[in-house]
């Protein structure tokens, strides 16, 4: 199917701006220029009952967390979704998925308490892997703090985010718990050596280059890294008995051949599967709420996915 035709005439302005590109900025400037993009084009004005910034211990300092209490929730113990943020292990925060996960609370009817990893190159592999251990280890933990049951637990992300939830996930089932209900994983990256048609048809102009990646990658990985590495690329560990999956991806998004590697993976390890791939869109189209009807329509069935496996349990 062609590229939807109001997402192709956005890539067009977008890659007609004079100026850079991703891969020739400094991290600093690619983090600006995320936000700013972010600000112009991701959900607004979508009313939660609280927002809560917290502060937890992590392996190299404090780590920062915000949780998102679904608009008519009540005071009573709540489900929980563990986000992590997109942004190829450089860029992203907080802010920048404010409105994806005020959406993702309200449609999902759970507490998402998101998580602000550690970014590269300052803080290189495996720090946010670290980090987001680290965050559901915390969160488990502390559930009756937060106001969650801590036998509904699900993890999830976008991009990057989506490796980090599935890594954590990976360990969780390694070292028998938290039990996750489910993993949510928006666009994964499941191969950092994947050499995939994919990788290679979609490589500039839909929205993540070829370039771009491996300027992302060449600021996470260490001199000498192993891409190989199952907290790299989990395509590559053993996934018999981890927690479900609701994989997103879409025809034109590069990573695409390895998610659904990874999907195909999941069945045959006797893990339920539900992939659900658009046709004429690109990678992390979620974002482009103020561009995209689809973008809310998927962000939304993402999040039934996620409520109907935490209110489930």
């Known amino acids: 199917m062609s590229l939807d035709p109001v997402l192709k005439n956005f890539l067009a302005q977008l890659y007609a701006q004079p ?4 891969w020739e900025f400094t991290p600093a400037e690619a ?41 008519g929730a009540g005071a009573g113990t709540l489900p929980a979704l563990l986000f992590f943020h997109g942004g190829g292990f450089v860029i992203g925060n907080l802010d920048t998925h404010d409105g994806l996960c005020r959406v ?16 590269a190159p300052e803080y290189k592999f495996p720090a946010a892997v670290d980090d987001a251990w680290a965050a ?15 036998k509904r637990i699900a993890i999830g992300g976008d991009s ?12 969780a089932k390694e070292e028998g718990g938290p039990n996750l209900a489910l993993q949510l994983l928006m666009f994964p990256p499941t191969d950092l050596a994947a050499e995939t048609p994919s990788r290679r048809k979609w490589t500039e102009g839909y929205f993540l280059d070829k370039l771009t990646i ?34 997103l991806t879409a025809q034109y998004d590069p990573l695409r051949d390895e998610a659904l590697e990874y999907a195909a993976k999941l069945r045959d390890s006797g893990v339920p599967v539900t992939v659900v791939d658009y046709p ?30 935490l209110h489930s349990r």
Do not use: C
Request: hydrophobic share 50%; proline share 7%.
């Open 31 to 71: 983090r600006q220029a995320f936000v700013l993009m972010m600000q112009f084009v991701a959900p607004k004005n979508v009313i939660v009952d609280k927002v809560e910034n917290l502060r937890v211990p992590g392996p190299q300092g404090e780590i920062s967390l915000r949780s998102y209490t679904p608009a």
């Open 136 to 150: 559901l280890s915390w969160l488990a933990a502390n559930a009756e703090r937060l106001g969650v049951d801590q």
């Open 214 to 247: 491996e300027w992302f990658f060449d600021n996470y990985l260490p001199r000498n890294a192993d891409r190989r590495d199952p907290r790299l690329s989990p395509l590559r560990a053993g996934l018999r008995g981890i927690a479900p999956a609701y994989i």
């Open 104 to 119: 993702l609370a309200n449609e999902s009817a759970a507490r998402v308490v998101a998580v602000d990893y550690r970014l």
């Open 19 to 22: 100026g850079p590109k991703m």
């Open 160 to 171: 990057a985010g989506a490796a980090l939830a599935t890594v954590s996930a990976h360990r």
């Open 280 to 309: 004429d869109l690109v990678h992390d189209f979620i974002y482009l709420d103020a561009v995209l009807p689809q973008a809310r329509e998927a962000l939304s069935a993402a999040a039934r996915a996620v409520r109907d496996a």
